[in-house]
């Protein structure tokens, strides 16, 4: 058995006006509650330091600079990071990073149970748009804000396995657990922030919400064997809902813990890395079964060619 508990700390809304320091206050008392619990490992959300901010509008780059974090750790989350270290648990969670050279990224760090980061991940799927959109309910402007990640899908070996990370929108998509089941992940931890309504089909909300969100991670799980953590930043965010729901999956797809509010919540299980193994070794042996001469499509075409008509 390798087992590592994990704690999936949800975060309940963040409103605009909040500051990092009292965000990390919060995460720092889930992380007590999950310290009580025996966690190794704490997973918290996508930009899980600051109010989900590309919902806003803004032309001033300066004004947007403000939502990013220069440095990793820095003042206001040096706090998390020591008591991280106190307790000995790894940790991952999601901020919008600007780089020395001027990049702006949607990031999520893994630390070891030292408080040292092993591993980051930029954002590669981008949803939303660059520009005020009038057609929309509300603005989604990840695409103006943000670039592309340039990390690929790495995974990192710490706390006695391999772990992967993606971000939200990320996990939609089978490719990136294809790409980290490729080199052999055991565990894939994920914040997420999603609207509770689709801002482009109102009538898409809640159940179907969280039905699609657990589709993509439970069948990424499934189909390489792999854990996946999916955490939540929920509630209403002055006046714009974010769905709840986050969860602990196993290997075989199924959902093992799951929060039941839209606050501040923490998921706890003890996940057996050891339970990827079958899964790795049988229907998804990729060495044996895999047929990479029919998979082109997927790396040399983005968009969808239909077959000339007759
Ligand atoms: N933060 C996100 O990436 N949100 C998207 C929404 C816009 C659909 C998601 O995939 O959950």
């Not at 605009?16 to 720092?28: F, G, H, L």
């Not at 049988?282 to 895999?290: E, G, L, M, Q, V």
Request: glycine share 10%; hydrophobic share 35%; proline share 5%.
């Amino acid at each position: 058995m390798r087992t590592v508990t994990v704690a999936g700390a949800q975060l309940g809304p963040i409103q605009k006006a909040e500051s990092r320091e009292q965000v990390v206050a919060r995460m720092i008392d889930l992380m007590d509650q999950a310290k009580a619990k025996g966690a190794d490992l704490i997973v918290y959300p996508e930009l899980a330091l600051t109010t989900f901010f590309p919902r806003w509008y803004m032309e001033d780059q300066a004004e947007v600079d403000k939502w990013f974090e220069k440095e990793m750790p820095n003042a206001a989350t040096q706090p998390l990071f020591d008591r991280a270290k106190e307790y000995g648990m790894g940790m991952s969670f999601g901020y919008a990073e600007l780089t020395p050279d001027g990049h702006h990224f949607n990031t999520s760090i893994l630390t070891d149970k030292t408080g040292r980061i092993v591993g980051k991940y930029r954002k590669t799927h981008l949803p939303g748009h660059a520009e005020f959109d009038t057609e929309r309910a509300f603005q989604h402007l990840e695409k103006r804000y943000f670039e592309p990640g340039d990390t690929g899908f790495p995974v990192f070996r710490t706390m006695g396995g391999i772990f992967g990370m993606c971000i939200c929108n990320d996990r939609r998509w089978p490719e990136v657990y294809r790409v980290m089941g490729l080199q052999g992940v055991e565990m894939v931890v994920l914040g997420y922030n999603t609207p509770s309504v689709n801002s482009q089909k109102g009538e898409e909300a809640g159940d179907k919400r969280i039905f699609h969100s657990n589709l993509s991670m439970q069948a990424g799980a499934y189909q390489n064997s792999t854990w996946v953590v999916g955490i939540a930043k929920a509630g209403s965010e002055d006046g714009h809902p974010l769905m709840g729901g986050s969860v602990i999956i196993n290997p075989d797809g199924e959902i093992m813990a799951q929060a039941k509010t839209e606050d501040d919540e923490l998921i706890v299980h003890a996940c057996d890395l050891d339970d990827t193994i079958f899964g790795k070794e049988t229907i998804f042996n990729f060495a044996k079964h895999r047929r990479i001469e029919h998979y082109g499509l997927i790396t040399s075409q983005v968009g969808v060619v239909v077959p000339p008509e007759k």
